[in-house]
């Protein structure tokens, strides 16, 4: 988390209302966590269950996110994903294992996940598992960098600017810093500021990465990765290494960068039809930009 | 009545009960498509799903997807849209404080 200018008292309550923020979401959301509401939706079996409003949220960005890309982006992927061998958190799962029989079929599909907003309930069918992942994180943002700026300007009596980055998953709040908040766009969240990548300035919205060069993981002679094509239950194969998406939201974003991985060849179009600026980096290292997305300095 | 005009009111009648089953069927059809529309993600159809077990391949015991309702309007139905930022990044000072980057 950053924070543009304040005492100490404005980031300390700007940061308390981040962990505030993302230990909700983990009760909510975490496929990994026996005691979320997602893991109790995921075991009820087909029986409504009660949750609360930020699971809702969270449930129906992730069926937002299914709708706007034709299914491409689908959050009934939580079993493919737990029988390819990610069935905890990541830092757990053993790098190689015995090998899986693959066999593309197709995930059961958002449209039979219910949501009942008002009695405050979840239903999926006997078998189906939800995995909001990518977008529950990129919900945190959003709502991180809301909380912490409101907190933020609470303190200090005036607006704040405030970027929260959650793996990624940039969402800026606030005004921004003279010339924008400078992120550096790269294959790997976990690289240094001053690592390889493009150094690219955001002033508003959010802004979130996708790639499968991250979380790999090897099953016999087979290498996975984390972002399942729904279309196959399968990793996507893919012409991009990583893909970089601006939006007004980081949500937008991640849907976004999450659908432009799966679709391959046809993102570009897909992501000028939308006029989300984007870059998009292949296997090669080559670097494609759409909409304004500044070109990097070395092309 | 003779054996001839009995034939002709069966006829009427046969043909009038196929017309009703004809319309209930266009009207069944009609209702389907209005509530799928009014109600983008939250059908269920009666699929019977295999939970399977977990030494399953990747895709066994999943719901049939052939079975699953398809086709439930427009996917953009009912979804707001997608929204670029008000402005759109810029090349950057080389002075990143943060990193965006795959997961």
Redesign the interface.
Same mark, same amino acid.
């Given at each position: 988390m950053?924070v543009d200018g304040g005492d100490p008292g404005v980031l300390e309550a700007a940061r308390a209302a981040v962990e505030a923020e993302l230990a909700a979401i983990d009760a909510a959301a975490s496929r990994f966590r026996p005691d979320s509401e997602l893991a109790a939706v995921n075991r009820a079996?087909?029986r409504a269950t009660p949750v609360s409003d930020l699971l809702i949220e969270a449930v129906e960005v992730a069926?937002?996110g299914?709708?706007?890309?034709? =299914?491409r982006v689908d959050p009934t992927i939580g079993? @493919?994903v737990?029988?390819?061998g990610y069935d905890r958190d990541f830092a757990s799962v053993a790098p190689d294992g015995p090998p899986?029989?693959?066999? $593309?079929?197709?995930?059961?599909?958002?449209?039979?996940?219910?949501?009942d907003r008002a009695a405050g309930t979840v239903t999926v069918?006997?078998?189906?598992e939800l995995d909001l992942g990518s977008s529950a994180?990129a919900l945190a943002s959003d709502r991180a960098a809301r909380a912490a700026g409101d907190a933020a300007a609470g303190v200090a009596g005036a607006p704040i600017g405030v970027?929260v980055?959650l793996?990624?998953?940039?969402a800026v709040r606030g005004p921004a810093p003279v010339?924008?908040?400078? @992120?550096? @766009?790269?294959?790997?969240? $976990?690289? *240094? *500021?001053?690592?390889p990548?493009?150094?690219?300035?955001?002033?508003?919205? =959010?802004?979130?990465?996708? =790639?499968?060069? @991250?979380?790999r993981w090897q099953r016999g002679e087979i290498a996975l990765h984390h972002i399942v094509d729904p279309a196959t239950?399968?990793p996507a194969d893919t012409c991009w290494?990583?893909v970089?998406v601006?939006?007004?939201?980081c949500v937008?974003a991640n849907?976004?960068s999450t659908a432009a991985i799966i679709l391959g060849e046809a993102a570009p179009a897909w992501l000028t039809a939308?006029?989300?600026?984007a870059r998009l980096v292949r296997h090669d290292g080559t670097v494609t930009t759409v909409?304004?997305? *500044?070109a990097d300095?070395e092309s | 009545m003779n054996p001839a005009q009995r034939d002709e009111g069966l006829r009427r009648v046969s043909t009038t009960t196929r017309l009703v089953a004809v319309g209930g069927i266009g009207l069944a059809g009609v209702l389907t498509a209005y509530v799928a529309k009014a109600a983008p993600g939250r059908n269920l159809n009666g699929t019977s799903v295999s939970t399977g077990g977990d030494q399953a391949t990747s895709g066994q015991g999943l719901p049939d997807q052939s079975q699953v309702q398809p086709g439930i309007g427009n996917p953009d139905d009912g979804a707001a849209p997608l929204v670029p930022a008000d402005t759109p990044p810029v090349r950057g000072r080389g002075r990143s404080a943060a990193v965006s980057g795959g997961s």
């Open positions: 950053l079996a087909g069926l937002r299914a709708r706007l890309t034709d =299914g079993r @493919v737990r029988l390819l899986l029989q693959l066999t $593309a079929r197709s995930v059961p599909g958002w449209q039979l996940v219910q949501v069918p006997p078998g189906v994180k970027l980055g793996g990624g998953d940039i010339g924008g908040w400078d @992120v550096k @766009v790269t294959d790997n969240h $976990a690289s *240094p *500021p001053d690592g990548g493009q150094s690219i300035s955001i002033s508003s919205g =959010g802004l979130a990465t996708s =790639g499968t060069t @991250v979380r239950g399968l290494r990583t970089s601006a939006a007004a939201s937008d849907i976004a939308h006029a989300l600026p909409n304004g997305w *500044p300095e | -």
